[in-house]
């Protein structure tokens, strides 16, 4: 078969905030399956805080990718020709294509989107970003019913997984978000007690206060996906033996602050007055673990107890956009792209 695909490369590794000249789409002639790969039509691709780091080529947890590859990522979509077992057009996968309308893949670094599922779903809720979640709260955070957990980024896909199940356990969740409207959804759609406006706060000090009067009795666990003022306003707050999973820490990310993580040795002291269990988890670590998310966490999306919110973009041309847009917390719910 003979198809003209699309797709978005790394241009050029970003000095500081990426910008649209990082990106390139370009098109290329698609090459036919070999034995065991499937042509796969993509759907949507999902955008997400990591693939900033692997724009950079410093040493990571994962390769960076490679000057005029195409972007990594996540995404869900046909199978409209297959030369592997298993697998049938029309079958709806998801898997690693990176940022693209098509994709020959190896069928075994594909998986088949779960029957009454919403396509989408297995990019956010039900994938890795709602796996993240899931794990960090429930096997670092160890939850206890009547304690607290605070997390930012509240309404994206990590942050409001984290507060929906600490609801469910039993916890106050307190939310961190970036604009009253998103902390009006936290509170509204996702059920969070609380959710606090971190734009509303000058610095550190007026963060640390407002978390003070949001959790008055302390906070036992902290879902650290942001960093920047909101960790300096969280640390004080936190209680005797609080439990810290750390996801990520996107206000680092891309550029602004660079320097920022050289001033963490600051925060040892309230880590260790307090005896705060401070763990990095990489959520690729724990796929052996996938299923029993699954099985925990897809019973209670389909009945409604867990609630998930899309921003979805139109055209992959658009995504460089759009992922720009996100690193600055303008999305609201999780980042999706539609393709096709």
């Given amino acids: ?58 040493k990571s947890y994962a390769k960076p990718v490679e000057v005029d590859d195409v972007m990594e990522g996540g995404t869900v979509g ?29 069928a075994k670094e594909l998986r088949r989107v779960p029957d009454g599922v919403p396509p989408t779903a297995v990019l956010g809720v039900l994938g890795m ?34 507060g929906q199940l600490a609801k469910h356990k039993g916890l106050r969740a307190v939310g961190i978000a970036g604009g009253e409207k998103k902390c009006a959804h936290a509170k509204e759609v996702f059920g969070f007690d609380a959710c606090l406006d971190h734009r509303a706060y000058a610095d550190a000090k007026e963060m640390r206060q407002a978390i003070a009067g949001a959790c008055p009795d302390g906070i036992d666990i902290y879902f650290e996906n942001v960093g920047g003022k909101v960790l300096e306003g969280v640390l004080p707050n936190m209680n005797t033996f609080g439990r ?20 963490l040795p600051a925060a040892w002291r309230s880590i260790l007055v307090n ?46 956009e759009a992922f720009m847009s996100m690193l600055k917390g303008g999305n609201f719910g999780k980042q999706i792209v539609k393709v096709a």
């Fill in 78 to 106: 046909e199978v409209i020709a297959s030369n592997a077992d298993g697998f049938a057009e029309g079958d709806m996968v998801f898997g690693m294509t990176g940022w693209c309308d098509h994709a020959v893949m190896p």
């Fill in 275 to 320: 005896r705060l269990t401070v763990q990095g988890f990489i959520i690729m670590d724990q796929w052996d673990r996938l299923n029993e998310f699954l099985s925990e966490v897809a019973p209670l999306v389909a009945d409604g107890t867990i609630k998930y919110t899309e921003d979805v973009a139109e055209g992959l041309e658009n995504a460089p």
């Fill in 129 to 162: 970003p709602g796996f993240t979640g899931w794990y960090g709260l429930t096997q670092i955070g160890q939850p206890k019913a009547g304690e607290t957990v605070v997390v930012a980024a509240a309404t994206g896909p990590v942050g409001s997984m984290v």
């Fill in 1 to 58: 078969m003979s198809i003209t695909a699309k797709r978005i490369v790394l241009a050029k590794r970003p000095q500081g905030a990426v910008s649209a000249e990082n990106f390139r789409l370009e098109s290329h002639e698609l090459p036919d399956p070999a034995q065991g790969e499937v042509v796969v039509r993509v759907h949507a691709m999902s955008l997400d805080p990591y693939m900033r780091g692997r724009m950079d080529a410093a």
């Fill in 244 to 263: 810290m999973p750390v996801c990520g820490v996107i206000a680092w990310y891309d550029g602004a602050g660079a320097d920022e993580p050289n001033k």
